[in-house]
T-cell receptor, first 114, second 115 residues
């Protein structure tokens, strides 16, 4: 069974631009969560989607948004990029809503904002 | 709110040395506790977990026991290998969801094992 895939793996953008990252969960998984990983703040939760509905949201500004499609694939969007948005963005999928015990992470998308 | 504190790194050990990475937590309710590992250039992998007090999680020679009385979940391994070099994250499940999300992570501890 294929794992969680994230595209693109690497991305370079400039301040003020917007970016869209994609996550394809493991087949059959309906929950997708997104995390931001930076050297300073560590791993921080962004949001969680389950069956196309946002179930939970972390403490991030409105520039960060996401959605989930009927096939459980998820996208996150960051508008008006800032230098501080440079990070590794990790996606995780699980079978169930808030299924921490069965959460599988993708390899991440590394975003560099110049 | 809920939080996880783990020892600062980096930790450098020789092969076959004993490993302990300390992790303590603050939480309301009864969270599940996890250790994740991140190898260079990769995403996180679940290493082990414990879902209730006194449970011991184990995998690949690593162990951690859920200690409610000391609010700790220290990671141990009796004999580390070079291939164990990675960043280790302690995490807890945020049962209440809320604004902190479904997993709360510690800052991570980088382990380097020298041959």
């Amino acid at each position: 069974k294929a794992g969680v895939t994230q595209t693109p793996r690497y991305l370079i953008k400039t301040r003020g631009q917007q970016v869209t990252l994609s996550c394809s969960p493991i087949s059959g998984h309906r929950s997708v969560s997104w995390y931001q990983q930076t050297p300073g703040q560590g791993l921080q939760f962004l949001f969680e989607y389950f069956s196309e509905t946002q179930r939970n949201k972390g403490n991030f500004p409105g520039r960060f948004s996401g959605r989930q499609f009927s096939n459980s694939r998820s996208e996150m969007n960051v508008s008006t990029l800032e230098l501080g948005d440079s990070a590794l963005y990790l996606c995780a999928s699980s079978l169930e809503d808030r299924g921490w015990e069965t959460q599988y992470f993708g390899p991440g998308t590394r975003l560099l904002v110049l | 709110g809920n939080s996880v504190t783990q020892m600062e790194g980096p930790v450098t050990l020789s092969e076959e040395a004993f490993l302990t990475i300390n992790c303590t937590y603050t939480a309301t309710g009864y969270p599940s506790l996890f250790w994740y590992v991140q190898y260079p250039g990769e995403g996180l992998q679940l290493l082990l977990k414990a879902t209730k007090a006194d449970d011991k999680g184990s995998n690949k020679g690593f162990e951690a026991t859920y200690r409610k009385e000391t609010t700790s979940f220290h990671l141990e391994k009796g004999s580390v290998q070079v291939s164990d070099s990675a960043v280790y994250f302690c995490a807890l499940s945020d049962e209440n969801g809320g604004s902190q999300g479904n997993l709360i992570f510690g800052k991570g501890t980088k382990l380097s094992v020298k041959p």
